[in-house]
Each structure stands twice: as structure tokens, then as C-alpha cells.
């Protein structure tokens, strides 16, 4: 240690240390150095102009952050017209349903006919058959016959025996000489063993030949 003499008393001086020690920096210093860098850039930040939006722009003032959250723009109310359709659809189904829970043959039938009406040979036995039995429309033999006439003459094998059976029976059909002898063989061909039956039985006597 140095020794310095003041007024007639002498007094040591610390030694220094060469050694290149550092000072520890606590947390708490890193922190107010870091808070004070963003203190800045937020002051800078704030200097800059505040964006606005334009007059017709939908946006309130009101809201915090100086009105910069835009809200969403209402939507328009749809036209008197479209709530219009959207009623109606709805009331349709509503019925459309009742009517086909507590009317379903009735809705059968209508469906089934329109596909008879486009030529599908079973669409048309079907057909033949309610009208034959009544079941969802009134029981009308002539109009079956008519139908079973259609199908027979593509082929279907019910469809013929049925006709045939519906000339025999006397009810109003549209057949000519021979056609019964024709439709019964077709529907024999087929595996309808009533066919053979008749063809044995009946037109084995002439009654095919009517």
C-alpha cells in the first residue's frame, strides 16, 4: 500500500487491483435497460400519424385504440320476394310430408304412373295391378287391361298372362283374333305355369281363338 502524508498524519492508500475483474449486472438492470429501448421505440411509434380511415368507411370512433377496429358491415335484409320463396318452400315440404306419411299409396301410384308413362314395362304391370284391385285409385278393370296391354307388348310375362286371363274373364280389352293365344305363350315361355295350364286346358277347346 502507498502511504500519503496530510497535515503531519500519514494515511494508506488502497491498493488496486490489475486483475480485469467485471461487475456482476443484475436482472433488474438488464430489464430497465430493455424497458427503456422500448420506451423509446413506443415514443417513436406514437410520433408517427394515426391512420383514419376514409369517411365512408364503417368504423367507430368510440371503440379504444383511437377507433381503429373496423366492424363488419351489415348485411342487407334479403328482398320481400326471396323471404317469399323460402316461406313457400318451406310450406310445401311441410305438406308434401303429410301427404306422403298418410296418403303413400295414393303418392305411389301418381310416382309409379309417371314412370309407366315414360314406358317401363314393370311401371305399367304395377299400374295394371292397382287398377286391376283398386288399391289407390278406384277399381277400373278396362283401364287395367289397357295397361297390362302396354307391358305385354315388351315382353312381360305377368303383364300377358293377365291379359289373356282378362280376355277370357269377358272384360273390355283391345285384342285381336290370336292375341290371346299369343300373350299365353309368351307368358309360358317365361315360367308362368298357369300359362300351360290355360293353353291346355282352355285353348285345347278354342277359346284362345275368340
Known amino acids: 500500500a502507498n502511504t500519503i502524508v496530510r497535515s503531519g498524519r500519514a494515511e494508506k492508500q488502497p491498493t488496486r487491483l490489475r486483475t480485469p475483474f467485471r461487475f456482476y449486472n443484475s436482472p433488474l438492470a438488464s430489464n430497465m435497460s430493455a424497458s427503456g429501448s422500448q420506451l423509446r421505440q413506443r415514443s417513436n411509434l406514437s410520433s408517427e400519424p394515426a391512420y383514419q380511415p376514409a369517411p365512408d368507411d364503417d368504423w367507430d370512433p368510440s371503440m ?7 366492424l363488419a358491415r351489415r348485411k342487407k335484409p334479403d328482398p320481400w ?9 318451406l310450406v310445401g315440404t311441410a305438406c308434401f310430408a303429410y301427404y ?7 303418392l305411389h301410384f301418381h310416382v309409379t304412373k309417371a314412370y309407366a308413362h315414360m ?3 314393370e311401371a305399367q304391370h304395377q299400374i295394371g295391378q292397382r287398377y286391376l284391385h283398386g288399391k289407390g285409385v278406384e277399381q277400373h278393370h278396362p283401364e287395367a287391361m289397357r295397361w297390362f296391354h302396354k307391358a305385354a307388348e315388351q315382353g312381360h310375362p305377368h303383364a300377358s298372362y293377365n291379359l289373356a286371363v282378362g280376355h277370357l274373364k269377358g272384360i273390355q280389352t283391345e285384342l285381336k283374333r290370336g ?8 307368358a309360358a315361355n ?3 305355369a298357369q300359362a300351360h295350364d290355360i293353353i291346355n286346358e282352355a285353348c285345347a277347346r278354342g277359346a284362345c281363338d275368340d
Open 64 to 70: 379504444p385504440y383511437g377507433g381503429k377496429v373496423f
Open 81 to 89: 320476394w326471396v323471404t317469399a320463396i323460402e316461406i313457400t318452400v
Open 100 to 106: 306422403a306419411y298418410y296418403y303413400f299409396d295414393h
Open 119 to 121: 314406358g317401363f314395362k
Open 179 to 186: 292375341d290371346v293365344r299369343r300373350f299365353l305363350h309368351s
Open 190 to 192: 317365361q315360367g308362368i
